[in-house]
């Protein structure tokens, strides 16, 4: 007789996260109130779904962990020596079976990384992230998960843009490859070596390839999640991330597989769920389905347990935030700096010409809608004051490529108005018929240490007049003079410098005279410690013309932007 097997049918849930930024419990340590999505959520989401025995559960985790909240830039950069990094201590507690690397990560620094890679208890994956010296992959490039006889390899990747936001003492010895090459590569390697059931990418890179003007060919293109699905044949789902949008979509690849994409947006608002169903019989793989799902995370308590096992860390965190440093005579905000001079950008200004000497200063905010109030300023303001941990640095450029370089900024973000009705900001319109601003305001940087004035009627590139430094002395085009700039900026992102002033991305580091070794917002503080009080103002350095176009377009605009 005969002998025959039944096929076994194996469920399996893969759970990823992604863009954390910090949203580890559910507090906001900035604007000191309570958040309700974090990371506690999710645990309590995973446990749930853990607890069902018919199926297993795979827990991934898509990069951008270790900035955003004060949580994890104490870990960073304040914790004791022999502490763990509450980001490892978290996710082995939660028990993540692997994670990708994001840009965000990388900006920690090698000492804060590198010592991670040790800490966690899973693989921290970046395939197209390569050590020079060896050739080899700096991160693992995949791991192999396997569930009751289903192998599943996951391959992680990180987007390549890397160099061009961050200065090359942060990656040293790392060159960040296209991420379609290196995927058809390693997909070669782990099918020939692994033979897996399922292949799922891990990609800390956004889905639209033409996001910023940028065309899907672009070689390193920094959104390639969705060029690696239709590129690369052979995967069955694709987690993205680093856009901070929710996909959940399906494409074809080139041979016309099927490929899901899930993208789980921020913050741990949500959770990327693929739910997959696997027919075996022995090691032979009959059948797979796979959905896709996003899931949202604001209707799940926090977990009890987790909340309990951290709670002298939060409250630690809470009692370092709370720490005074000054008193500010005024409340000061972004908002103000999204239609003129404000004293919110003109703080950074000071402060960045004063620590460098520089001529002048480019700064742009970096948060849409933050305010310091007046009264006593402690150390959770400054994360409003300053969102992101740049470097300071100071470059050499010409009086022409400072003004292309406002030329472009203004550019991007000023209307060119016929009269007072128009808009003074430039906008389009969404998918959904409502007006939205066209550039990002992160990107939308003043100028200090000139004045200068905005033709709001000129179109773009012709809008800038510089009329002098602000101490008197002439301004010439042709003359080179020192600049106080982020080194995001100085990096070539946003394009003010190269896209803007012409300079080669691959001539941008000859330009540097000098970069701080501590992150902007750490010099911001010290300087603001050292004041005491602080009677931030602007500086009136520069205004939009006609002055009654800029003042309707201005009360038109901010009804669109914040009413």
């Known amino acids: 007789m005969e002998n025959t097997t039944v096929p076994e049918t ?3 849930k893969i759970i990823a996260t992604g863009d954390v930024h910090g949203a580890i419990f559910p507090y906001d340590f900035i604007e000191n109130e309570p958040l309700n999505t974090s990371l506690a959520q999710v645990y309590t989401y995973i446990k749930e779904q853990r607890s069902v025995t018919s199926q297993e559960v795979i827990l991934l985790d898509n990069g951008d962990f270790l900035q955003g909240q004060p949580v994890v ?23 993540y079976d692997a994670a990708s690397v994001g840009n965000h990560d990388i900006e920690t620094g090698h000492e804060v990384y590198d010592k991670l890679i040790n800490e966690f208890n899973f693989p921290w ?4 992230a390569v050590n020079k010296l060896t050739g080899e992959p700096y991160f693992k490039p995949y791991t192999i998960i396997t569930r009751k006889n289903v192998k599943i ?24 490859q296209d991420m379609v090459e290196c995927a058809q590569k390693w997909i070669k390697i782990v099918k020939e070596k692994e033979n897996p059931d399922i292949i799922v990418g891990l990609c800390h890179s956004g889905v639209d390839s033409t996001y910023n003007n940028r065309s899907d060919e672009e070689y390193k293109n920094e959104n390639a999640s969705n060029l690696v ?13 680093h856009d901070h949008q929710e996909f959940n979509m399906v494409v074809r690849n080139s041979e016309g597989g099927r490929v899901i994409i899930l993208d789980p947006k921020n913050c741990a608002k949500l959770a ?15 059948d797979k389905k796979i959905t896709g799902l996003i899931m949202e995370m604001n209707s799940c308590e926090p977990d009890s347990e987790m909340m309990k096992r951290y709670s002298d860390y939060i409250n630690m965190i809470k009692h370092y935030v709370s720490k005074p440093i000054a008193k500010f005579t005024r409340t000061i905000s972004s908002r103000d700096a999204m239609f003129g001079n404000s004293a919110f950008v003109d703080l950074i200004h000071s402060i960045q010409l004063e620590e460098t000497g520089a001529d002048v200063s480019f700064a742009a905010p970096l948060t849409f809608d933050s305010k310091v109030s007046k009264g006593t300023v402690c150390i959770r303001d400054m994360f409003k004051l300053y969102k992101f941990e ?23 973000w000023f209307n060119t108005m016929s009269d007072k009705k128009d808009h003074l900001v430039l906008f389009e319109v969404d998918e959904k018929g409502n007006d939205r601003t066209a550039g990002k305001f992160y990107n939308y940087s003043s100028a200090s240490g000139i004045n200068y004035t905005v033709d709001l009627t000129k179109p773009a590139g012709e809008k800038i007049t510089i009329q002098s430094f602000s101490d008197g002395r002439p301004f010439e085009l042709d003359k080179i003079y020192t600049v106080a700039i982020n080194s995001y900026r100085g990096n070539g992102g946003g394009g003010h410098l190269t896209d803007g002033s012409g300079i080669c991305h691959e001539n941008l580091l000859e330009r540097i005279s000098s970069a701080t070794s501590k992150d902007l917002r750490y010099i911001i503080m010290r300087h603001i410690e050292e004041m005491k009080v602080v009677s931030p103002h602007a500086k009136g350095n520069w205004k939009a013309i006609p002055q009654e176009f800029w003042i309707r377009g201005r009360k038109k605009d901010y009804q669109i932007m914040y009413d």
């Open 390 to 412: 740049n470097l300071l640095y100071t470059m050499k450029l010409s009086g022409k490529e400072i003004l292309d370089y406002l030329e472009y900024s203004y550019g991007t």
């Open 125 to 128: 994956l970046a395939a197209n």
């Open 10 to 12: 194996i469920k399996i």
């Open 153 to 176: 390899a996951i391959i992680g990747f990180i987007t390549p843009s890397i160099p061009v936001w961050l200065p090359e003492k942060i990656w040293e010895g790392i060159e960040f």
């Open 229 to 241: 699905a239709q590129k690369v044949p052979g995967f069955d789902l694709i987690f993205a991330g």
């Open 73 to 95: 830039y104490y870990s960073n950069y304040e914790r004791k020596p022999g502490e763990s990094h509450i980001c490892a201590d978290v996710m082995n507690f939660m028990k």
């Open 272 to 286: 990327a769920v693929a739910s997959i169903q696997v027919k075996k019989d022995g090691d032979k793989l009959i």
